[in-house]
């Protein structure tokens, strides 16, 4: 069997597919699973073959409907970026690492798949950064979660000082961020940073996989322009957002879809979406 579903192998990410949710596996456990250049280019590679699986699921059938996003190892999701990396770095060459991360961050967003982090133990900084570029995050009971770049004279530069603010609201993102601060799980939670706390590694995955399955189960077309919607709206006053929602809402009637899901449901029989 093709574990894969055709996403191939990656040196630094460990990729495995199994009734069409891929579970990515950050795979630097003895670095804390650190974002190296030679992972941020791992992930936007494959990134890109998602889109790409997305682009024929069509007519292949969709063998990826959702992803689930953690590090390998008990210790961390990732400990950020790669500060042995960053510690020889020039201001251009930052520059040039921090737009890489951020484009697989926009593209992940992006992505019209659903996109679960999965976050045990440490997610710090770029960790941290990467996580809030999902859809959601559920949270083992050890997750950390922080951005404590003050501490090395550094500033979030994955996303961090735009994402944190707009799940945290602005006066916890600056205290976060000024601070350095290390949060758990629970608070992590409290504060909407984390929709769900589950206990062990095993029971994280376990929780996200069913939570995958059940979006799987659903149109993918809907699922990817739901998210499409709610990710335009951000930033948009209420008018524009509106006007956003309606044109997503009508590019839905196009589907077929839309037409199984409506004409199943006055049958009143399960729908059997056709993906397209
Ligand atoms: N980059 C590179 N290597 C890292 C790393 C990182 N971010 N985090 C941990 N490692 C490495 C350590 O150097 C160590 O390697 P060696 O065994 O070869 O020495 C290994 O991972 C294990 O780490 P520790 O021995 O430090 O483990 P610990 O359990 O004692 O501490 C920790 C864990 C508290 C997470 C600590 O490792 C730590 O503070 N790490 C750095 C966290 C951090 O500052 N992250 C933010 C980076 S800046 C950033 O991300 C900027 C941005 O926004 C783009």
């Known amino acids: 069997m093709d574990t894969h579903a055709g996403l191939g192998r990656f040196d630094t990410l460990l990729v495995e597919v199994l009734d069409g949710v891929a579970t990515v596996s950050i795979n630097r456990p003895d670095a804390l699973n650190a974002l190296a250049r030679a992972v941020i280019d791992d992930l936007a590679e494959l990134v890109r073959r998602l889109r790409h699986n997305v682009n024929h699921a069509p007519d292949t059938g969709w063998p990826v409907r959702a992803v689930l996003l953690t590090g390998a190892g008990e210790k961390a999701f990732a400990a950020g970026a790669d500060v042995r990396e960053m510690a020889g770095m020039t201001p251009e060459q930052a520059f040039d690492y921090s737009r890489s991360m951020q484009e697989v961050t926009l593209a992940l967003e992006e992505l019209p798949l659903p996109v679960i982090a999965c976050v045990h133990g440490y997610a710090l ?112 006053d209420t008018a524009a957002a509106l006007q956003g929602e309606a044109a997503v809402f009508r590019r839905a009637f196009g589907t077929a879809d839309m037409r199984e899901g409506t004409a199943a449901f006055l049958a009143r029989r399960p729908p059997e979406f056709p993906g397209r």
Do not use: W
């Not at 009971?141 to 004279?153: I, K, N, T």
């Not at 059940?214 to 951000?234: D, N, Y």
């Open 125 to 236: 900084g770029g960790g941290c950064e990467l996580a809030m570029a999902c859809d959601f995050i559920y949270a083992s009971s050890s997750a950390a979660f922080g951005q404590p770049e003050v501490d090395l004279g550094l500033v979030p530069g994955f996303g961090g000082s735009v994402r944190l603010q707009r799940l945290v609201g602005p006066a916890r993102a600056r205290e976060l961020i000024l601070t350095g601060r290390r949060i758990g799980a629970e608070e992590a939670e409290r504060i909407g940073l984390v929709n769900a706390v589950l206990g062990s590694k095993e029971e994280l995955l376990a929780a996200a996989r069913a939570t995958a399955l059940k979006i799987a189960a659903k149109s993918p077309v809907a699922v990817g322009l739901a998210k499409e919607a709610v990710r335009t709206a951000q930033g948009l």
